[in-house]
């Protein structure tokens, strides 16, 4: 039996915030279909690897059903200590290869298949769709991400470098230690290079030794890597229809600038349209979402109805620019949004500050704010607003409730999930399915948040820190070094709030 390349190097398997099942519920909502509450559905999640998907996304909801499989017998065993050690009953776990799966083995409301497709031979693809159809709900959602061209075409070229130089090599190991020194390498040989493919080469390798060697290891050095087109992707699919993008704003138009939406908005036909935005935006990575062809489908985005879900907002909009009374107009990436009602820059204002809030919730902030009721029309105008943020990727749609904690507590605590992640590795999940790298010294003051460790309890710690060299305080005397701790504890307490890891 030939081994395992991931029970050899397992894969670092991390939250993907498009593979949510909130997210695909929520898309599916907003398009027409009647998805499955996620805190009372079933979830597929094929080739789960270690789970690092899978199970952050379960914590929250213990009354859904779980089921991860992958091929990988010792990605598997990792995934079973984590659900032991974390008490995450509603999980189960399965060593099996994708193409054994059966209809027998259960219809469920989400089937996800992320980052497997274009890593395994064109037979198994043909399997990962097949239990697509055969494994999902009357009103399932299946979500399959894969490489795509064009962009892969530029990166395949360094792929083949690398696969080029490390034939001689067999060791997984030693050959992702040699693909990063030939990164190093290329890095500084192209330095001064001012061409295109200098400064794409010089990013590129940027990118990948940024990234952990394991992903090196398997995204980039595995023998199968076959990005395809969307219509290739397309054509493979049997017995599903289309749904759309798991990031909408990148379905719309709008966002391409107005000389490609223009041209582009003539073409009906839905598939060859985004392959046109492929070409256009050199895209490299797809996250389809795949529905039973009898819904009805609404097409039309800028129809989509927000309000049933929570509202927050990531762009800082500029309040000199949404303050005042003359009409303001806001740059969302290449789209030009007009504000005129005091009402709209006043709700605007409000979603920076407060965030995570339903539309009905922001209309009544809003009315207190302005000491008056918000005509029918002003509300009609203000959901208009709101959508077009959506769709210009300003303002972010959640189907979650808000579960961070924006202020630091003087006992301040992380969530208990990222607690346990903060033990075992560096990679850690936020509430809201968000993975960020910590560093050994905020993976160790990670595991004092658990609400009873005061600030000085908290800056003791640090000075600890310091002495195991996990981290320059700096500081001379016993008081300058006093305040190096309170400050780094509070930068680090600042960063956890700030990206939604208190409770
Ligand atoms: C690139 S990794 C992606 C892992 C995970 N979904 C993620 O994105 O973090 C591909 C995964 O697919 C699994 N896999 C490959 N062939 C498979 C098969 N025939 N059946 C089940 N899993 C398979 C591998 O073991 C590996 O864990």
């Not at 397992?10 to 993907?16: E, I, K, V």
């Not at 659900?83 to 994708?98: A, F, H, K, P, T």
Request: charge should be negative; proline fraction near 5%; include cysteine.
């Amino acid at each position: 039996m030939t081994s395992n390349p991931y029970d050899e190097i397992p894969y670092a398997s991390y939250a993907f915030p498009l593979a949510h099942i909130e997210r695909l519920a929520m898309v599916g909502r907003l398009l027409g279909i009647p998805t499955a509450p996620p805190n009372s559905c079933t979830v597929l999640e094929i080739g789960c690897a270690n789970g690092g998907n899978l199970l952050p996304m379960a914590v929250h909801y213990p009354d859904s059903r779980f089921l991860g499989i992958d091929l990988s017998r010792k990605q598997i065993e990792m995934a079973r200590s984590r659900i032991e050690q974390d008490g995450l009953n509603q999980v189960e776990v399965r060593q099996q290869s994708l193409t054994d799966l059966q209809p027998e083995d259960g219809q469920f409301d989400y089937v996800i298949v992320h980052g497997v497709y274009a890593w395994v031979d064109e037979d198994v693809r043909g399997h990962v769709l097949r239990c697509c159809r055969e494994n999902l709900a009357p009103n399932g959602i299946a979500f399959v991400s894969y490489n795509t061209k064009p962009g892969w075409n530029s990166v395949q070229s360094l792929r083949d470098l690398m696969l080029f130089h490390l034939e001689p090599m067999s060791d997984p190991h030693a050959r992702s230690q040699e693909a990063r020194s030939l990164l190093r390498f290329l890095r500084q040989a192209l330095a001064e290079t001012d061409t295109a493919y200098g400064r794409f080469v010089r990013e590129e390798c940027d990118l990948l030794l940024g990234q952990s060697p394991r992903y090196l290891a398997h995204d980039h050095l595995e023998d199968v890597n076959q990005p395809v087109y969307f219509l290739e992707f397309m054509e493979q699919v049997r017995g599903l229809q289309y749904l759309a993008d798991a990031h909408l704003p990148s379905m719309h138009l709008a966002n391409l600038g107005t000389v490609a939406a223009r041209e582009l908005e003539a073409c009906s036909n839905l598939l060859l349209r985004e392959q046109y935005m492929d070409y256009l935006t050199n895209r490299r990575f797809r996250c389809s979402l795949l529905v039973h062809p009898g819904h009805q489908v609404l097409r039309d985005l800028n129809a989509i109805d927000v309000s049933p879900f929570n509202l927050s907002a990531d762009v800082a909009f500029d309040p000199s620019e949404i303050d005042g009374d003359e009409p303001a107009t806001m740059t969302v990436g290449k789209v030009q949004i007009t504000v005129t009602k005091r009402c709209e820059k006043t709700a605007l204002t409000l979603l920076e500050t407060e965030g995570r809030m339903p539309f009905v919730q922001l209309v009544s902030q809003v009315e207190m704010m302005m000491g008056a009721r918000l005509s029918e029309s002003e509300q009609g105008g203000l959901m208009h607003l709101m959508a077009q943020l959506v769709l210009a990727d300003g303002v972010q749609l959640n189907y979650g409730p808000k579960r961070h904690q924006s202020v630091v507590g003087d006992r301040p605590e992380m969530w208990w999930y990222a607690r346990a992640e903060a033990l075992r590795d560096h990679t850690v999940t936020n509430l809201y399915h968000r993975a960020m790298q910590m560093s050994q010294a905020q993976c160790a003051l990670a595991q004092l948040l658990d609400g009873t460790h005061s600030r000085e309890e908290l800056e003791d710690a640090a000075i600890a820190l310091e002495q195991a060299e996990l981290v320059a305080l700096g500081g001379e005397s016993l008081q300058e070094k006093l305040k190096a701790a309170e400050l780094w504890v509070a930068t680090q307490l600042e960063i956890f709030a700030r990206h939604c890891y208190l409770v």
